[in-house]
């Protein structure tokens, strides 16, 4: 059922970007992690099932034909509609650097694409995660963790914390835990992410100065995933409409702010949030 999961996701981004607020809540930003952890999941599997007829090249090849094609369109309306500079377009079009664009202040033409960028890096790295033991993964997922976990006291604490690969990394390979079935890790990390969870929400109802709310939505997300994806996974073989419903999730995820824009460039003003 992963297809429909992941077309829900998309539309969670879409209405976050619409307006959709949930107590000041950001859904988009759950359904975000929530990708995560999926790619980390579907990836281990994809892997290995390429690896075994094209290797690495095979794999690398699958990921680039999934979605840079309707990137690349995507890039270039969005340049069309919102004219920049040939450096910034080419730039967009490299995909890649968008996700750090919070230091060098790249204008990013597709809204969503930092995202991808970031899953992008994951693609790069999961040839080598994928041979990895299961005891070195939970090494680096405690890395990135603990850097997630103290990010509200870094520069930039939102890169650490949501948008770049380091601190999100926890995610993915979480998502590559489920897929080994390594449920005392998980558990462990089910209940760290509950304790900062906790820890963020008093911290900022205390007032303490931290900047901790993408960290609150980034623990909803993560603490949504980890069941989702562990209670979805035995029931998705291979079903006609639910692969179908999925095929819809990567457009409307990257389209939809272009959308956005050309519709409150032509109507009235005030008639959107």
């Known amino acids: 059922m992963f297809g429909s999961y992941r077309l829900f996701l998309a539309l969670l981004v879409v209405l976050s970007h619409f307006g959709l607020i ?8 759950w359904a975000v992690i929530c990708f995560y952890v999926l790619s980390g999941f579907l990836m281990e599997r994809q892997y290995h099932k390429l690896a075994q007829s094209g290797g690495i090249f095979s794999f690398y090849l ?8 309707i ?25 890649l650097p968008l996700n750090y664009s919070t230091f060098t202040h790249l204008p990013i033409l597709v809204g969503p694409a930092w995202s991808l960028a970031c899953e992008a890096h994951f693609y790069l790295l999961v040839p080598l995660l994928s041979g990895l033991s299961t005891r070195a993964l939970r090494v680096l997922l405690a890395l990135s963790l603990g850097l997630f976990a103290f990010s509200g006291f870094l520069p930039e604490s939102t890169f650490w914390a949501y948008i770049g690969l380091p601190g999100t990394l926890f ?25 900062l969870l906790l820890f963020f929400v008093g911290a900022k109802f205390f007032a303490t100065g931290l900047p901790t709310g993408i960290h609150i939505n ?43 824009s050309i519709y409150t460039a032509h109507c009235p003003k005030g008639t959107i949030s």
């Open 22 to 29: 949930i107590q000041g809540l950001n859904p988009g930003q």
């Open 62 to 69: 699958d990921r680039l034909l999934r979605i840079y094609p």
């Open 71 to 95: 990137y690349l369109i995507t890039t270039i309306l969005c340049a069309i509609a919102t004219p920049v500079g040939l450096r910034d377009t080419i730039i967009n079009l490299a995909l």
């Open 218 to 260: 980034v623990c909803i997300g993560y603490l949504a995933a980890i069941p989702a994806t562990a209670v979805l996974f035995p029931f998705s073989p291979k079903i006609a409409w639910d692969q179908f419903l999925g095929l819809f999730s990567y457009p409307i995820f990257l389209v939809h702010m272009l959308v956005l």
């Open 171 to 195: 995610t993915f390979l979480s998502g590559i835990l489920i897929s080994r079935q390594d449920w005392s890790a998980l558990r462990l990390n089910y209940g760290i992410m509950t304790l």
